[in-house]
């Protein structure tokens, strides 16, 4: 496996992250993560990776779990905090995440926080996906997981999830988009901004697509929980000098 955080790299150049290029069916998880783009800043050579631990305490037999590395996991990382963050300074040094698969309801669910985290991850829900969908999609979905949830464990929260949960799942969903794991066809009419998940993620990819750019970026560090601001949606427009009405109403029509 390719390892980004020690080769040299221009400041000026628009790199792309790519483990593998010719994905097959029968591929291993391991080489199947899809490009990521970033500006290229030699001091994210510095960045530090976590030690990575993978459990498996499911009675399902999954045979894309078993092809799941700590490798991967820390290039997910890696992706991740790239997306979050423009300065390396600034990311969190995550010492240790745990990835665990087990019985479970619900999807996954990320607990701890920047002085190490575990991540929990359903097995009947993979299992159910992959009978939906097929291997090579449940292949998929499981490195999406992955994005979505270890975005919770380096994103800023605001210390205050009670009050802008929808945001910050929303936030966990873009990351997962940047990264190419979600289904763009899933857009749909309805709702409203501050929704969360997909709904919030796919209106905050658009605004950073066509009007303003590192807007994760910045989205992520209004929610600085040290900086003595409690984020509002009035924070996002004023900061940012956005009308968020206005360009909701003007996504919509697109759709």
């Known amino acids: 496996m390719a390892s980004f955080t020690k080769k040299s790299l221009s400041a000026s150049t628009l790199i792309t992250l790519l483990l593998s290029a010719n994905v097959m ?8 993560l899809k490009p990521v783009q970033f500006n290229a800043d030699i001091q994210w050579q510095q960045f530090y990776l976590p030690a990575v631990t993978l459990t498996n305490t499911s009675s399902e037999q999954l045979s894309q779990w078993s092809d799941l590395t700590t490798e991967l996991v820390q290039q997910v ?5 790239r997306l979050l963050y423009k300065y390396q300074a600034n990311a969190p ?3 240790t995440l745990a990835i665990s698969l087990e019985d479970m309801d619900g999807v996954a669910f990320k607990e701890g926080d ?6 929990h991850i359903s097995a009947q829900y993979l299992k159910k996906y992959q009978a939906d969908h097929g291997k090579r999609a449940m292949a998929d979905e499981l490195i999406g997981v992955l994005y979505h949830e270890i975005a919770h464990a380096y994103q800023l929260d605001d210390a205050n999830y009670k009050n802008i949960g929808p945001l910050i799942e929303g936030i966990a969903d873009v990351v997962r988009i ?5 289904d763009m066809s899933q857009r749909k009419i309805g709702g409203n901004y501050n929704d969360g998940y997909k709904t919030t993620a796919f209106f905050i990819h658009w605004l950073e697509k066509n009007k303003h750019r590192d807007l994760l970026i910045k989205l992520n560090a209004q929610l600085d929980p040290n900086d003595g601001k409690t984020w509002q949606w009035q ?5 940012l000098n956005i009308n968020l009405v206005r360009e909701w109403n003007n996504y919509q029509t697109l759709l």
């Open 77 to 81: 990382s890696y992706n991740v905090a």
């Open 114 to 119: 920047f002085s190490g985290a575990k991540i």
């Open 178 to 182: 940047k990264a190419g794991y979600v």
């Open 25 to 32: 069916a029968k591929t291993p998880v391991s080489e199947q």
């Open 93 to 95: 040094a995550l010492p």
């Open 235 to 239: 924070n996002f427009e004023s900061n």
